[in-house]
């Protein structure tokens, strides 16, 4: 298993809990808007002995850690790492692109992980776009529906500015991310769903598509039209700035 990065503990990553949180390295998507360029590129590996050491030296505060990237499930070792979470009574909570529904069913049928929290790339006919890459929609729609069968959970969209097929640059729209959400809760066969619509901020010599970093943060009206538009389809969503 390996970790590109690690942060102490917080209470902001895992609702409810005092977690650490383990970057891994490497990730098969290229979103335009990623922040983690470094992680991507030659992310060194700090092992994950080091971070298990860390962990039973705080084990009297910390009860949870935050596994995210990268994307953590194409770990070979993420399975075992996470059984070793457990035997020190750890809460887990995975973030992932949903490009791995074979980990994730794994993780769900032995009970591995308490929240995981998935991206949703926009609407599906746009995933090639915000993803970066082509071939992954099947699985993504497989995903969501695992996903959907977790303990806690959640959906989230950043509200990114997306590279068109015409050459230009512009923010999902409200109607792109209403189809993002019917097609959350039509694939699942519930609108029960607790969904995240984010906001998109840019970081100087940090993105993936140095193109994006001229972009404004996702105005305040867009993100506003967009929650009052998705609440139609998914009722549990809420704004995250
Ligand atoms: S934002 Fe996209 S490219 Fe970056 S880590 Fe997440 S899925 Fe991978």
Known sequence: MKIGAALEFNLMDFPGKIAAVAFTPGCNYRCPHCHAAPLLKDAKDLGSEG?????????????????????????????????????????????????????????????????????????????????GVEGHCDAMTESLKLVARFPVYEFRTTVAPVLRGNGEITFLTVQEMAAAARYVAQTTGTDAHKYYVQKFVPRKDGLLDARLESFPETPLQLLQDIHKEVLKHLPNTQVRG
Request: proline letters at 7%.
């Open 51 to 131: 971070f298990l050491n860390y962990l039973d030296t705080v084990k009297d505060w910390v009860n949870g850690v935050v596994i995210c990237g990268g994307e953590p499930t194409l770990q070979p070792n993420l399975i075992p790492f996470i059984k070793k979470l457990r035997e020190r009574k750890l809460a887990v909570k995975l973030d992932t692109n949903g490009s791995n529904p074979e980990v994730l069913a794994q993780l769900l049928a032995e009970g591995l992980v308490d929240y995981v929290a998935m991206d949703v790339k926009g609407p599906r006919f746009l995933w090639p776009a915000t993803a």
